[in-house]
């Protein structure tokens, strides 16, 4: 009997295509090149996207503006942010993190007791209930986690450290938002907030939370550089960023050539050209924000009494660190780094989908031929390799030429792209592969693209 989801031959090739469970691209919501509404108020001359990321963002259908600074993220992008997050979770969880959730509404009360509701000014989205209550969505965490955990009276050593994340929707009131979800009112940060018994242990934690940054951005092959930072409205006496290296970044950034020395230009009030360390002349570039890291010491625990029991049942404060990373931003620095002006480029990790199959245009010779084989292809990749099964899409617009497919594909940066072509009339048949990361062509078997996807790596 046929094995499950394979079809008898006697099925005509395009309907197999239809029947059989594989994705298929006709049927993708990935609309190209959505008209955008007068509405979303585009930044720009003419409506038109202000860089790289935000333009292939818009045309390869990952995202449509909402109002300004807000986004409808479309699957393709939903399928790469829930990637991202898994390989977060996985960074998080290695550091001894636990998830949990946190209300995006948070009273003003709150806010007002850490003298933030003052301070952070319109960047503040605020509202009032029906009682006349004042809140805010909030764009960070600190009091609401502090208060939870200062709710646990009876907290003691033996319990730290305690590592809390969350993922989830923040909000900024942004005077001008721009470039996309680089610079938006609603975006998604992964916040994680720590609590240790002393100075000491705030500090390891905060350099393990900072090798955790260094091993996620080195995993999705991301050029990052980790630089001195001000500590701004979230307070604390330490703060580092983590900045990849762009001419749209609006942060300014002093490196020594070295490597010995690297800070944001803010943090230094223009004094310093050279290195503290070796004397070189540091070199000035631009960068894009995507983590930061905080240790706070207890200017939270103090303001809402977030105490553990020593070793000698004295309540003492715990000493406190938070750590950003903007989970949608690293989406789209990722495009703005990686790719080229025509052409998404994803870390392969968290890339939508590794692989789609162009069956041959309808009407060819190698028709019949061509859809049967890329059926078994697809068929036997997802036997062999099951982690991969969601990961596959046949562009089965057969009614475009192989060329057109192709452009598409390469465009939309799936890293690896088969094509039944005139050789899968040959014995063994041969497929076209390209592997777009490397920047290569190959004409391989259904076993060699097997063999070279083995390697393929999915969170």
């Not at 942060?251 to 944001?264: K, T, V, Y």
């Not at 192989?402 to 063994?428: H, S, W």
Request: overall charge neutral.
């Amino acid at each position: 009997p046929p094995s499950a989801g394979r079809l008898p031959a006697k099925v005509p090739p395009n309907l197999q295509l239809r029947s059989a469970k594989r994705l298929l691209v006709s049927q993708l919501f990935q609309p190209f090149n959505l008209q955008v509404g007068e509405e979303a108020g585009w930044e720009g001359r003419a409506g038109e996207p202000a860089c790289r990321s935000q333009k292939l963002m818009l045309q390869g259908g990952l995202v449509y503006p909402s109002v300004p600074g807000c986004y409808y993220y479309l699957p393709p992008a939903v399928r790469a942010m829930e990637k991202l997050v898994k390989v977060v979770d996985g960074e998080m969880q290695a550091v001894g993190g636990q998830k949990l959730n946190m209300p995006s509404l948070s009273s003003a009360g709150l806010w007002r007791a850490s003298g933030r509701w003052d301070r952070m000014g319109p960047e503040l989205l605020r509202l009032v209930d029906r009682h006349d209550k004042a809140y805010c969505l909030a764009p960070t965490h600190e009091e609401v986690v502090t208060e939870l955990v200062a709710a646990q009276s009876n907290l003691s050593y033996k319990q730290l450290p305690l590592r809390l994340y969350q993922v989830t929707r923040k909000f900024r009131d942004e005077p001008k938002p721009r470039f996309g979800l680089l610079r938006s009112r609603e975006f998604y940060m992964k916040d994680m907030y720590t609590f240790d018994a002393s100075e000491e242990a705030a500090r390891q934690t905060y350099d393990l939370v900072c090798d955790a940054y260094r091993s996620l951005f080195d995993r999705l092959g991301l050029p990052f550089v980790k630089v001195q930072a001000a500590t701004g409205s979230i307070g604390g006496t330490m703060s580092h960023e983590f900045q990849l290296p762009a001419d749209v970044g609006e942060d300014r950034l002093l490196l020594c050539p070295d490597g010995h020395f690297a800070a944001n230009v803010e943090m230094l009030n223009g004094e310093r050209t050279s290195c503290p360390t070796c004397g070189e002349k540091l070199t000035q570039t631009k960068g894009i924000e995507v983590g930061h890291t905080f240790y706070l010491g207890t200017k939270y625990s103090s303001v809402f009494n977030a105490v553990f029991y020593s070793a000698k049942n004295k309540p003492q404060l715990a000493e406190m660190g938070c750590y950003g990373l903007g989970i949608t931003r690293i989406l789209a620095a990722s495009i703005e780094v990686l790719s080229t002006e025509d052409s998404i480029r994803w870390p392969s990790l968290i890339a939508p989908y590794q692989l789609c199959l162009i069956p041959p245009k309808r009407g060819s010779k190698e028709e019949e031929e061509g859809v049967t084989l890329l059926e078994r292809v697809y068929d036997d990749l997802t036997e062999a390799l099951p982690h991969l099964t969601g990961d596959l899409v046949v562009d089965d617009r057969t009614q475009l030429t192989i060329g057109k497919r192709l452009k598409d594909a390469n465009k939309l940066g799936y890293p690896y792209v088969v094509i039944a072509g005139k050789r899968v009339c040959e014995d063994p048949p041969v497929f076209e592969v390209w592997n777009q990361n490397a920047g290569e062509v190959l004409f391989l078997t259904k076993e060699g693209i097997i063999e070279l996807l083995s390697k393929v790596q999915v969170p």
